[in-house]
């Protein structure tokens, strides 16, 4: 079975890399909205109607229309992969890092509305994941956790990071982590949304 999925936002950097990475799937089928009709509310539901994925490549504001676009579909609303920093944090969202705990991956594939972790979270991320996850029961991780701050503080410096970096520090840190992408970081978020893709189960 071909899959049928929706770039929404196909002609901005991440869109075109991750259009270009999906080219010559066999088992993909990539459709587009006419260029005058992507900002046309109707035009664009119509076509989230007919694919089984919609990948966001928008700024923040739009990618949260688009999904307010899809809830009022109902039962008929595609899945949703969201590139941009909109639902990193959202209630009921699944954060689309397989790697980050056991059972994460599993949560990928059978959920509706995933979104893509950035550059600078994932790299965060996959590194202090461990630590936290002893973080309660091992006296030796405690004090990894000043580190774990600095490094968020550097990332919020940053200004190819987007200046954007919240945390919960002993409340799933890594999980909570949300960077803005910019420059270089696009091709990091493209090749990231392409790897979540392989997770979600589209048939």
Same mark, same amino acid.
């Given at each position: 079975?071909?899959?049928?999925?929706?770039?929404?936002?196909?002609?901005?950097?991440?869109?075109?890399?991750?259009?270009? %990475?999906?080219?010559?799937? +066999?088992?993909?089928?990539?459709?587009?909205?006419?260029?005058?009709?992507?900002?046309?509310?109707?035009?664009?539901?119509?076509?989230?109607?007919?694919?089984?994925?919609?990948?966001? /490549? !928008?700024?923040?504001?739009?990618?949260?229309?688009? @999904?307010? !676009?899809?809830?009022?579909?109902?039962?008929?609303?595609?899945?949703?992969?969201?590139?941009?920093? $909109?639902?990193?944090?959202?209630?009921?969202?699944?954060?689309?890092? $397989?790697?980050?705990?056991?059972?994460?991956?599993?949560?990928?594939?059978? $959920?509706?509305?995933? +979104?893509?972790?950035? /550059?600078? +979270?994932?790299?965060?991320?996959?590194?202090?994941?461990?630590?936290?996850?002893?973080?309660?029961?091992?006296?030796?991780?405690?004090? %990894?956790?000043?580190?774990?701050?600095?490094?968020?503080?550097?990332?919020?410096?940053?200004?190819?990071?987007?200046?954007?970096?919240?945390?919960?520090?002993?409340?799933?840190?890594?999980?909570?982590?949300? @960077?803005?992408?910019?420059?270089?970081?696009?091709?990091?978020?493209?090749?990231?949304?392409?790897?979540?893709?392989?997770?979600?189960?589209?048939?």
């Amino acid at each position: 079975m071909t899959a049928k999925i929706f770039i929404d936002g196909e002609a901005g950097t991440t869109g075109l890399l991750i259009r270009d %990475l999906l080219a010559g799937r +066999a088992d993909l089928e990539i459709v587009s909205i006419a260029p005058d009709k992507r900002k046309d509310r109707e035009a664009k539901k119509a076509l989230m109607a007919t694919v089984d994925l919609v990948i966001l /490549c !928008l700024p923040d504001d739009a990618a949260k229309e688009a @999904v307010e !676009l899809a809830a009022e579909m109902g039962d008929a609303a595609p899945r949703i992969l969201d590139a941009s920093t $909109a639902h990193r944090v959202a209630p009921g969202w699944v954060y689309g890092f $397989a790697e980050l705990e056991a059972g994460q991956g599993a949560a990928i594939r059978s $959920a509706r509305r995933v +979104a893509n972790p950035g /550059c600078y +979270a994932t790299a965060i991320a996959l590194g202090f994941a461990p630590v936290l996850a002893h973080v309660d029961e091992d006296e030796l991780a405690r004090p %990894l956790l000043p580190l774990l701050e600095h490094a968020l503080e550097l990332a919020d410096r940053d200004g190819r990071a987007g200046g954007r970096v919240r945390s919960s520090v002993g409340d799933r840190a890594a999980e909570r982590v949300v @960077v803005d992408e910019a420059g270089d970081g696009r091709i990091l978020a493209a090749e990231r949304t392409v790897g979540v893709l392989a997770d979600l189960e589209l048939a």
